[in-house]
């Protein structure tokens, strides 16, 4: 059996997309050298499941990994705008030089299709609401910059080389087995980890910046379509709810879910940060039909319970 390349496989949304692919029964292998995923995502999987550990920024760890495969989620990244801010040249090295030297491996092997995970961090400050995709890219941070880069490889890819790339634009994912402890820690499991230890969670800015919120499983469902759909090769497409909500009312949300009330500590707005987002997610319905099937109510719930689970067995 033909085998598909997860790159970033034991992150989150790696992880939670292996596990979907190995449900209906495909061989998966994963690339991934640990920065910020876990081994331990991958444990007690059942299926044909692989792992090699390196990076993208290898020529010989990408060679071993693409062995017998014939599709690519490409998910590995340096995911955080605070930390490409801060680093630049590590985030271009990943994002941008890993990017290509996949995709130029591939291309070696005769793998066709790929899928890239980019992000809604490119459309900056433009104010058109909500966001579709021929509005003009605007990069505020590194790892926008990096995004923007890997799409336009994707396109160059596809037209000189004939290769099937599908560019997925996620907006703010979130979900079960998300890292709240990182030094990068995304909102929500961060904001769900205060509420459960009873401290009051931090806000940058007024809190009335606005996030298309999307679960994993939303994101997965997206991944596993884009590997299948002929309508959306050589495509950008935004993936996300088409709702936005602030920081302010995710604070509220949180706080009914948990039975308490969340007295935020507001801090000052993140360099590079974006103020308002929500996808137009028409494209994604017509190409794929794609539909968010899990709503930021069910998504905050089902995490909270992880999150609390998790914090019982520490």
Do not use: W
């Not at 336009?152 to 979900?175: C, D, I, K, S, T």
């Not at 039909?289 to 909270?304: F, I, M």
């Amino acid at each position: 059996m033909a085998r598909v390349l997860v790159t970033g496989g034991a992150g989150f949304i790696g992880a939670h997309t292996v596990r979907a692919l190995l449900k209906r029964g495909q061989a998966v292998t994963v690339l991934d050298d640990l920065s910020t995923g876990a081994e331990s995502n991958l444990t007690a999987l059942a299926g044909d499941l692989e792992f090699v550990k390196g990076t993208v920024c290898s020529d010989d760890d990408i060679q071993r990994s693409l062995r017998s495969v014939d599709r690519i989620i490409h998910l590995a990244a340096v995911v955080s705008v605070v930390r490409s801010v801060n680093d630049p040249v590590g985030c271009d090295a990943v994002n941008v030089h890993g990017t290509v030297r996949l995709l130029d491996r591939a291309r070696h092997a005769q793998i066709r299709r790929i899928v890239f995970a980019s992000s809604a961090a490119v459309y900056g400050e433009d104010p058109s609401q909500p966001k579709v995709e021929s509005a003009r890219i605007e990069v505020l941070s590194g790892y926008a910059a990096s995004k923007a880069c890997g799409e336009l490889y994707m396109q160059m890819f596809h037209r000189l080389y004939h290769m099937e790339p599908v560019v997925l634009r996620y907006f703010n994912v979130f979900g079960p087995r998300q890292n709240p402890k990182s030094q990068y820690a995304a909102v929500i499991p961060t904001f769900i980890d205060c509420m459960l230890k009873g401290t009051p969670p931090t806000v940058n800015g007024d809190g009335e910046q606005t996030r298309d919120f999307c679960c994993v499983d939303n994101v997965v469902d997206a991944n596993l379509r884009a590997l299948e759909s002929r309508d959306a090769v050589g495509r950008v497409i935004n993936i996300g709810t088409g709702t936005r909500t602030s920081l302010n009312q995710l604070l509220d949300m949180l706080g009914v879910i948990g039975n308490t009330r969340l007295a935020p500590i507001f801090g000052p707005a993140v360099l590079g940060d974006l103020r308002h987002s929500v996808a137009d997610i028409s494209l994604a319905r017509t190409l794929m039909d794609y539909a968010p099937r899990v709503s930021l109510t069910e998504g905050l719930a089902q995490t909270v319970a992880y999150l609390r689970q998790v914090q019982s067995l520490a």
